[in-house]
Every structure is written in C-alpha cells, then in structure tokens.
C-alpha cells in the first residue's frame, strides 16, 4: 500500500521556521503533483502550497507568498514545505498529497494518496 508520510511538525514560537518532508516508497511518486494542505480546529481543510512532478512549478495560498516555500527532492521521493516567520494562525495539521493522475492543483478532491498529517502549533 502507498504511503506518503510527513515530518517535521511541532510546538514553536511566532517568529520561528520549522521544515516539513513528506516521503514515500512509492517510485511513481516522483510523477506526482504534490500539495500540501492545513486543517485547523473547526475549519475547512485548504490548499497551502502545490508543486509540479519536476518541480519547476509551484502555487501558494496568495496569504502565505513570501513566507512558505516548497520543493522536491524526486531522487530521495520528498517533498518539502519551509515555513518561516510562522504565526499562530499557522496552527494546523498539514497534510501532505499527491495526485497519481498528473493534474495537481489547489481543490483537494484531484489528490488520492494523502499522509497521515504532522501537528504545527504555533505560541505568541
């Protein structure tokens, strides 16, 4: 069964970085347009950042420009999501994606594999 698996979470102060990875077994991975998303409490999930299968082609939630940064790394088959400057509206769950038809994009329903989700807590 494929897996995608995220890292990389956890408890920091505003201001601070933290770097997610999203990894995978899977070899067909490194075709795959890859997102990441976040879920806080009591909200909807949404799209925060989306690569290409090469990587030369990325989209963010317009609120995040300048301070989230994705890539990818299809020899090591992961995906990245650098967060700087982060805020304690950044609080969620992200997820991480990838859509095994080559579609990509920001709605959540094009994605088919989706890893189990990484903690983000953010304190002022």
């Known amino acids: 069964q494929v897996r995608l698996i995220e890292s990389g979470g956890g408890l920091v102060q505003a201001g601070s970085s933290l770097r997610l990875s999203c990894a995978t077994s899977e070899r067909a991975f490194s075709h795959n347009p890859t997102a990441w998303f976040r879920q806080a409490p009591g909200k909807d999930r949404e799209f925060v950042a989306g690569?290409?299968?090469?990587?030369?082609?990325?989209d963010y939630l317009d609120s995040l420009k300048g301070r989230f940064t994705i890539s990818r790394d299809n020899a090591e088959r992961t995906v990245y999501l650098q967060m700087d400057n982060l805020q304690p509206e950044d609080t969620a769950v992200y997820y991480c994606?990838?859509?095994?038809?080559?579609?990509?994009?920001?709605?959540?329903?094009?994605?088919?594999?989706w890893g189990q989700g990484t903690q983000v807590t953010v304190s002022t």
């Open positions: 690569i290409n299968w090469s990587g030369s082609s990325t």
């Open positions: 994606a990838a859509d095994k038809h080559g579609i990509g994009g920001r709605p959540a329903y094009r994605y088919d594999l």
